[in-house]
Nanobody, 118 residues
Framework: QVQLVESGGGLVQAGGSLRLSCAASGRTFSRYDMGWFRQAPGKEREFVARINWNRSRTYADSVKGRFTISRDNAKNMVYLQMNSLKPEDTAVYYC????????????WGQGTQVTVSS
């Protein structure tokens, strides 16, 4: 069982930066691949970034070069550094955990709102 709690969302102007954090419970955090997803009003949830147990990373094309995902296994934390934010990045951002070697995100946080003003 893994519990996830996101933080760090807020209101920022276009071009600004935010750093999202995700705190995970449990002693087996290092065995999970971690992802960030987002959902804008009226849209489906979409993949943003993933960092595997071995720290390999994958990004959605829309955020490549602007967002960076990282993890600290000693602290059971996952981060999403978001730079050069655009109004279209406005969404609720969710942290999720998938057992390594799977694509099944079994655990989700409650989400944190990110709003980018133009």
């Amino acid at each position: 069982q893994v519990q996830l709690v996101e933080s760090g969302g807020g209101l920022v102007q276009a071009g600004g930066s935010l750093r999202l954090s995700c705190a995970a419970s449990g002693r087996t955090f290092s065995r999970y691949d971690m992802g960030w997803f987002r959902q804008a009003p009226g849209k489906e949830r979409e993949f943003v970034a993933r960092i595997n147990w071995n720290r390999s990373r994958t990004y959605a094309d829309s955020v490549k070069g602007r967002f960076t995902i990282s993890r600290d296994n000693a602290k059971n934390m996952v981060y999403l550094q978001m730079n050069s934010l655009k109004p279209e990045d406005t969404a609720v951002y969710y942290c999720a955990a998938a057992p390594k070697y799977t694509s099944s995100y079994d655990y989700w946080g409650q989400g944190t709102q990110v709003t980018v003003s133009s």
